[in-house]
C-alpha cells in the first residue's frame, strides 16, 4: 500500500494551516476563499489516503461501503477543481458582485448535478498483489475526470483572458496550480500505481500561500499592525461590495526617532504599536512611515476612539508617557461621501496637503465640502493636463506703461486655459496644482514657446514693445534644466535674449537657491533679463534684492494700494522707491485702477505701471490691436 505521498501532503497542509491560524488575517474574501480550498484539500487528501486502506482491506469492509469511500473521494477532487474556480472568480469579479454570484450559481448547479452523477455511475477498484497498485477505475472515475477538468479548463480560461485585471500573482499561482494538477492526472490516468493527484492539489494550496495568502504579507514588520497593501485590499472590498464602513480616523506622528537613543525609539514605536492594536472596534493600519489608519464600523467607537488618540498625543507615550510627539489627526466622520477606496484614501492624502497645519498637533474633520474640494482639484488637475498634452492654452498679455517714454513698452505673459464648457479659468485656480503635481514645468515651456513664437510672428518691436514678463515658479526655478530649455526655445524662434524678462519671486529662490542661481547666471549671460515679483506681499524683501541680479522690482497691487489706503503704508512705500532707485533698478507698480492712482504713482517716480486703468490681460489678436491703437496716446 503507497500512501506516502498522500501522508506527506496531510503532514504540509497541517503546517500551512497551523501557521495560518496563528498569524492576524484580514477578513478578506479571497482569504476566506483560500481557507475553503484549504479545508477541501485537506479533506481530500484524508479521503484518498482512507479510501487506499479500505481497498487494501475491502474484505473487512462490504462493496457498498468502500465504493461510497471511493466515490467520495472523486466527489472531494469535484469539489477542489470548484473551490479553485471561485477563488479566481473572486478577484475576477470583485468589482462586480451581482456578476459574481450569477456565475458561481451556474457552477454550483454543475457540480452538484456532477457529484448526483458520479455517486450514481458504478465504480471498479483494484488491489495488484504483485505491484500493490491500487487504483480505482470505470464509468464514476471518468465522469470524474471529466467534470473536474472541465472545471480546471475554465479556471485556466478565466485566468488566462481575465489576466490585465485581476492580481497578476494570483493569475500566475492558479495557472501553475491547474497545470501541475493536469500534469499530475495525466500521468496518474496511465500509470495507476502512481496516486498523485491529491498530492498536486497540496502543491496548489502552497503555492497560493507562499505567493499570495501568507498573512505575513500584510503586516508591517515593525509594529506587528496591518500594511497599506492591506488598508487599500480591506476599504476596496467594501465599496465593491456596496457596503459601507463608518468612520476613519488618520493620525499622523510627527518624526521623532532621530533625537532619540535607539533603545528608547523601540520602546516608543512598541508603545505606540501596542496602544493603536488595541483601540477596541478598529481596524488598524500602518499606512504610511509615522502613520496609522483605523476604520470602523460604528460611529460611536470611532468617536470613543478618536478621544483616546487626542488623550494619548497629550499625555505622551514610552513606558514612562514621557515622550509628548506632535501629531496630526484627520477624521472622516462619514466614509459614505467617498466613492470607493481609491477616493478615500486620495481624500486623506489631500487633507493632508491642504492643511499643512495638521502635522502639528492639527484637527482636521473631512466632510462633502473637501471632497467638493478634492474632485474640483481633479477636474482642474485634468484640464491641466489635456490642455498640456493638447496644446490648447492661451497666453494673455497685459500692457505694462514707460512712465519715461510715454508708452506701452512691455507686456506680462499670463496663461489660461479653458474649461470644459469653455470659459477661461484663472491661473491663481490652476497654478498651484500645476506646481504640486510637477506639470508646471511642461506648461511653463508650452508658455514661454508661445510667447517666443508670438514674439517672431508680430516682431514686436516694430509696436514699440522692448521685452515681455514671463513668470517662473519656484518649481520651475529649481529645474536644473531650465536655463538650457529656454535659450534652445530662444534659438529655434531666433529671439533676441533682451526681448524677455523672466519673473522671479522670493518663495522660488528658497528651496532651490543654487539651482535658480546657476540657471540665472546662465540666462544673464545669454542676455535674459529678470525681475523680482511680488515685493510688498511679504514673500519677496530687501535681501533678495540684494541678493538677486534682477533690474527690475514689481510692487504687488496689496503694495501699491497700501499707498493709497494706510498712512504708514505711504511712508514704507516712500522708503521703498527711494531705496530701490539708489540701487539702480526700475520699480513696476502693479494693480493701478484709477486715473488718481496713476497720477500718484507717476509722480512718484516709478518707471512702469501696470493694472486695469490701462487694460486687462488681452488675447494676442487684442493686444496687437490695442498696440496700434495706444502707442501714440499721452497718458501723462
Request: aromatic share 12%; glycine share 4%; net charge negative.
Amino acid at each position: 500500500m503507497n500512501i506516502a505521498s498522500q501522508i506527506c501532503a496531510a503532514t504540509l497542509l497541517v503546517v500551512i494551516f497551523i501557521f495560518y491560524r496563528q498569524q492576524k488575517h484580514l477578513p478578506l474574501r479571497t482569504s476566506q476563499a483560500f481557507r475553503i480550498a484549504l479545508y477541501v484539500t485537506f479533506l481530500c487528501v484524508l479521503l484518498d489516503i482512507y479510501s487506499v486502506i479500505t481497498i487494501d482491506n475491502y474484505y473487512s469492509y462490504s462493496h457498498s461501503y468502500v465504493s461510497f469511500i471511493c466515490k467520495t473521494y472523486l466527489v472531494s477532487l469535484v469539489c477542489v477543481s470548484f473551490f479553485s474556480l471561485r477563488y479566481i472568480y473572486i478577484d475576477i469579479y470583485s468589482s462586480n458582485r451581482k456578476k459574481y454570484i450569477h456565475c458561481m450559481h451556474i457552477y454550483y448547479t454543475i457540480a452538484i448535478i456532477g457529484i448526483i452523477v458520479i455517486y450514481s455511475l458504478p465504480i471498479h477498484y483494484s488491489r495488484e498483489l504483485d505491484t500493490e497498485a491500487i487504483y480505482t477505475y470505470g464509468p464514476s472515475v471518468i465522469a470524474t475526470y471529466i467534470i473536474a477538468l472541465m472545471f480546471i479548463i475554465r479556471v485556466l480560461a478565466a485566468a488566462i483572458s481575465h489576466r490585465n485585471i485581476i492580481n497578476p500573482r494570483r493569475c500566475q499561482a492558479v495557472i501553475i496550480w491547474m497545470m501541475f494538477w493536469i500534469a499530475a492526472a495525466v500521468v496518474q490516468l496511465f500509470f495507476r500505481e502512481i496516486l498523485i493527484v491529491s498530492f498536486s492539489s497540496c502543491i496548489g494550496i502552497l503555492i497560493l500561500f507562499i505567493m499570495l495568502e501568507n498573512p505575513l504579507t500584510n503586516i508591517d514588520r515593525t509594529s506587528g499592525l496591518f500594511n497599506h497593501n492591506a488598508l487599500v485590499q480591506y476599504m476596496q472590498q467594501f465599496y465593491n461590495d456596496g457596503q459601507q464602513f463608518s468612520s476613519v480616523v488618520f493620525v499622523r506622528l510627527h518624526s521623532f526617532q532621530d533625537n532619540l537613543t535607539p533603545s528608547v525609539a523601540r520602546d516608543i514605536n512598541y508603545s505606540i504599536a501596542k496602544f493603536f492594536s488595541d483601540i477596541p472596534n478598529a481596524v488598524t493600519f500602518k499606512s504610511g512611515e509615522d502613520e496609522v489608519t483605523m476604520i470602523f464600523d460604528d460611529a460611536n467607537a470611532a468617536s470613543d476612539a478618536f478621544e483616546l488618540v487626542q488623550d494619548k498625543i497629550r499625555t505622551g507615550w514610552g513606558a514612562t508617557s514621557d515622550i509628548v510627539i506632535p501629531a496630526g489627526i484627520i477624521c472622516i466622520p462619514d466614509s459614505t461621501i467617498a466613492d470607493n477606496a481609491a477616493e478615500m484614501l486620495y481624500l486623506t492624502s489631500y487633507a493632508r496637503q491642504r492643511n499643512h497645519e495638521f502635522l502639528e498637533n492639527g484637527l482636521v474633520f473631512v466632510d462633502i465640502n473637501v471632497l467638493n474640494a478634492m474632485k474640483n482639484a481633479q477636474r482642474i488637475e485634468k484640464l491641466v493636463k489635456d490642455s498640456i498634452d493638447n496644446d490648447t492654452i492661451a497666453v494673455y498679455y497685459q500692457p505694462i506703461y514707460s512712465t519715461k517714454t510715454c508708452r506701452f513698452s512691455c507686456a506680462e505673459a499670463l496663461v489660461r486655459i479653458k474649461d470644459e464648457d469653455g470659459n477661461i479659468l484663472p491661473p491663481a485656480q490652476f497654478i498651484d496644482i500645476a506646481e504640486k503635481n510637477g506639470s508646471i514645468i511642461r506648461l511653463g515651456e508650452l508658455v514661454f514657446e508661445h510667447v517666443c513664437r508670438f514674439i517672431k510672428k508680430h516682431n514686436l518691436r516694430q509696436y514699440g514693445i522692448d521685452y515681455i514678463e514671463v513668470n517662473l515658479s519656484a518649481v520651475q526655478c529649481s529645474y536644473e534644466q531650465l536655463a538650457e530649455r529656454y535659450i534652445g526655445i530662444l534659438q529655434k524662434y531666433d529671439i533676441a535674449p533682451d526681448m524677455i524678462n523672466l519673473e522671479i519671486t522670493e518663495s522660488a529662490s528658497i528651496g532651490a537657491r543654487s539651482a535658480l542661481i546657476n540657471n540665472m547666471n546662465t540666462l544673464l549671460d545669454y542676455g535674459v533679463h529678470f525681475s523680482l515679483d511680488d515685493f510688498g506681499t511679504g514673500q519677496s524683501n530687501l535681501n533678495y534684492i540684494i541678493d538677486m541680479p534682477v533690474d527690475i522690482i514689481k510692487f504687488d497691487r496689496s503694495m501699491s494700494m497700501s499707498y493709497f489706503n494706510n498712512s504708514k503704508g505711504k511712508y514704507v512705500m516712500d522708503a521703498s522707491i527711494n531705496m530701490i532707485h539708489d540701487l539702480q533698478l526700475e520699480i513696476v507698480s502693479e494693480g493701478i485702477e484709477t486715473a488718481e492712482q496713476f497720477e500718484a504713482m507717476n509722480e512718484l517716480g516709478i518707471s512702469y505701471i501696470q493694472g486695469y486703468y490701462f487694460s486687462k490681460p488681452l488675447c494676442c489678436r487684442d493686444f496687437i490691436e490695442f498696440l496700434k491703437e495706444h502707442n501714440d496716446r499721452n497718458y501723462g
